[in-house]
């Protein structure tokens, strides 16, 4: 299973542009990358799923070069309510993967 | 569509004791993954089952065992327990595992004291 390392934390404003990176050197072929966000006591919901170039969905958008061995996690515009823990996974879809979490990243956003 | 619903929502257990921890899939979702979160250490992976059968296990000991059943609902138990079991649990299903969409659950928050 693919190791990731993302930043700890990171600060932010309000209605400002964030992004988060994702490194994974280690990326095998049919590997996916995967974003989740977690709010504290909560679990983790789901983002956004990509393989390469760009995915965008209504939240938030993925950047994957074509090396894939890095990823970038985009959240346009954030409040408040974007503060949270956010990880990126590395791995393929369907059985047979322990998914690793890793520390994740504490975005906090400010007024 | 009602969500991945774990139970209960708190406990408050001694050392020694055993527990064991419920969780109701989304209908329809074969897999089920359960998590161990502490501060310290993060989410970390406890075990994942499909159709009735463990597939992947992580780096935890014995105490910690699951099972599911043949309507998906899954239960997760540990015996013996140690203060630094005092963690939330969390479960998550899917249709398949894997890497493909997680739900989870809003977690069992365990006390040992």
């Known amino acids: 299973l693919a190791k990731t390392t993302q930043p700890i934390s990171m600060d932010s404003y309000e209605g400002q542009e964030v992004n988060i990176t994702c490194s994974h050197n280690?990326?095998?072929?049919?590997?996916?990358i995967t974003w989740y966000q977690q709010f504290p006591s909560q679990g983790p919901r789901f983002i956004i799923q990509g393989y390469k170039t760009k995915v965008t969905n209504e939240v938030a958008s993925l950047f994957i070069p074509a090396d894939r061995k890095s990823s970038t996690l985009s959240l346009p515009r954030v409040s408040l309510s974007d503060t949270a823990v956010y990880y990126c996974?590395?791995?393929?879809?369907?059985?047979?993967?322990?998914?690793?979490f890793g520390t994740g990243t504490q975005l906090k956003v400010e007024l | 569509k009602a969500g991945v619903t774990q139970t209960p929502r708190y406990l408050i257990k001694t050392r020694g004791q055993q527990v064991t921890l419920s969780c109701s899939p989304i209908s329809g979702h074969r897999s089920v993954s359960w998590y161990q979160q502490t501060p310290g250490q993060g989410l970390q992976f406890l075990f994942e089952?499909?159709?009735?059968?463990?597939?992947n296990k992580g780096n935890f000991p014995g105490r910690f065992s699951g099972r599911q059943f043949s309507n998906s609902r899954s239960e997760m138990n540990v015996s013996t327990l140690e203060l630094g079991d005092s963690a939330l649990y969390l479960c998550?299903?899917?249709?398949?595992?894997?890497?493909?969409?997680?739900?989870f659950g809003s977690g069992t928050q365990l006390s040992v004291l």
């Open positions: 998550a299903s899917s249709l398949a595992g894997g890497l493909e969409k997680l739900f």
């Open positions: 996974l590395v791995g393929f879809t369907g059985g047979g993967n322990k998914l690793t």
């Open positions: 089952y499909f159709s009735e059968t463990q597939r």
């Open positions: 280690n990326i095998a072929t049919n590997d996916y």
